[in-house]
């Protein structure tokens, strides 16, 4: 498991991900909130991380880093809205984790086939299995 540093720029990186339109929807502070008490962080901690900068962590191990990029894929569609920058950002983000090109771009394509664009997640680790084999 991540250490509360490494927690930190998981939650830091989301919310950097939210402010793409310069606000944070009440869906998106929702969702941020409950994967903040999910990974053991204080409210407090949680809402300082909106104005204060943390140390940029990636994530060490690959589960970790596939982990991450998913629970931004549902940051993405928590108001069930994409828009090119949000898509090319999120890309972006993967490709900095150092996740395989075709495997994003394979989840950022099929998660329309789902409802509420909810990649059920053995669909998405058997994308990245596929990519890595």
């Given at each position: 498991?991540?250490?509360?540093?490494?927690k930190l720029s998981i939650l830091s990186e989301m919310i950097s991900f939210a402010r793409v339109g310069n606000t944070i929807k009440d869906e998106e502070y929702?969702?941020?909130s409950s994967v903040a008490q999910q990974l053991g962080?204080?409210?407090?901690t949680f809402d300082t991380l909106f104005n204060e900068e943390v140390e940029h962590i990636v994530p060490k191990s690959e589960a970790e880093?596939?982990?991450?990029?998913h629970r931004l894929v549902l940051l993405m569609n928590v108001d069930n809205k994409q828009d090119l920058i949000e898509i090319s950002r999120i890309h972006n983000i993967g490709l900095g984790m150092g996740l395989p090109p075709?495997?994003?771009?394979?989840?950022?394509?099929?998660m329309?086939?789902?409802p509420n664009k909810i990649v059920p997640p053995k669909v998405l680790i058997?994308?990245?299995r596929a990519h890595y084999n």
């Open positions: 498991m991540s250490t509360y540093k490494e929702i969702f941020l962080v204080d409210e407090e880093r596939i982990l991450q990029f075709s495997a994003i771009e394979q989840v950022l394509s099929i329309h086939k789902y058997d994308i990245f």
